[in-house]
């Protein structure tokens, strides 16, 4: 079962930019998300969320209005919730209500950065509807980042997730709980080009360790980069892949987006990706799309 589906939500709080020198200290976003995987299993939903921020942030007209935060270490809380539909061959559809928070401290030229999400719902059989497990999911995320240059971070990146399966009888069959640990780095940098032109990439590697009855390790590399042609619109695209142990996550990620700024504080966002698993008997390849509103206070 893929409960990796739910979005990884905590850093799409959308950013909105420009025309004028005026500041922002809050954001809000709604976002509605879509996934279908190769063995039938589906799901969507709305997340809804918000940000604060400790210093008020300028709107300006030179900066990526996705790198604003960054550009100018505005140090912030976030909380995210929602309602996300699951359903795949063996579960009945079940309502999915996940929790993110967030921060994010910027001191001089370190960063930190922590999250934490969870979710507990039952998933009751097809086969026999008075039966479920009870699935809870934690994850908890630590980062620390160093300014090598203004526009330029370095990161270490922590993971912790556990996945628990507490069944409604003994006559269902007992499911050890799947912990995956991962440490990485990753680099981000915004590259001012000629005129109103702006580059954003992002390169990044982990190691991913599961386990679940048995211990077995992947490693996955990745590369993103937006384009800006002004500040208030990108086109971006990234890659990533996944080689090792575990072949439920082995394979290749393609991901596709654009950004734009409908006005000074309101923008819109677009974003698919396509996982292509390595060995089709697994069926754990999946495609999902992204709507993300957001208005900045």
Known sequence: MKMKMLAAAIGSLVSISVYAQETYSFEGAMMYSTVKADDNASQSGT????????????????????????????????????????????????????????????????????????????????SNTSRYYGIRTTTNKFNIGYFVTDNTTVSFNNENSNASYARSTT???????????????????????????????????????????TSQTNNEYGAIVRYYPEAKYYFEGGYSNNTGDYARDKGNTVAFGLGMQITPRFGLMLSSEKFNVSDSTQKTGNTSTTLTAGYRF
């Open 171 to 213: 006559a269902l069959t007992s499911i050890s709980d799947l912990k995956r640990k991962s440490n990485g780095i990753s680099t981000h940098t915004v590259m001012p080009l000629a005129g109103t032109q702006t580059l954003v990439v992002d390169f990044s590697y982990k190691q991913i360790k599961n386990e679940q009855a």
């Open 47 to 126: 997340l809804i969320g918000g940000a604060y921020y400790f210093k008020p942030v300028v709107l300006s007209n030179s900066q990526p209005f996705m790198e604003l935060e960054f550009l100018q270490k505005a140090s912030s809380v976030s909380l995210i919730t929602g309602n996300q539909k699951y359903e795949d061959d063996t579960f009945v559809k079940t309502t999915i209500n996940p929790v993110w928070f967030a921060g994010k401290i910027y001191m001089d030229k370190l960063v930190l950065g922590l999250s934490t999400n969870a979710s507990d719902s039952d998933f009751s059989l097809k």
